[in-house]
């Protein structure tokens, strides 16, 4: 098991919280990620990380999208918020 760090991100790519999970495998981060957007209505996306490693980073939908789409920017290089 590897723990996951989750940054539910401002717009500006700031954050003032996060949460840590154990997981099994990156493929679980998402639903993760998806569940602490919805609890924190103010944030434009959460990004997670492994350590020093990005995973995943899930957006709220743009314009567009069907209901329940979501960004999601796989593994993307950065820097944690």
Known sequence: MTLYTFYPCHPDGGSSTFAVF???????A???????L?????????????G?????????PTPGQ????TDDRSAQAGTAP
């Open 52 to 60: 020093d490693r990005p995973v995943v980073t899930i957006g709220r």
């Open 22 to 28: 154990d997981l099994d495998a990156d493929h679980q």
């Open 38 to 50: 919805a609890e924190h209505p103010h944030c434009t996306h959460v990004a997670v990380w492994d």
């Open 30 to 36: 998402p639903a993760l990620a998806r569940e602490l």
């Open 66 to 69: 069907g209901a329940g789409a």
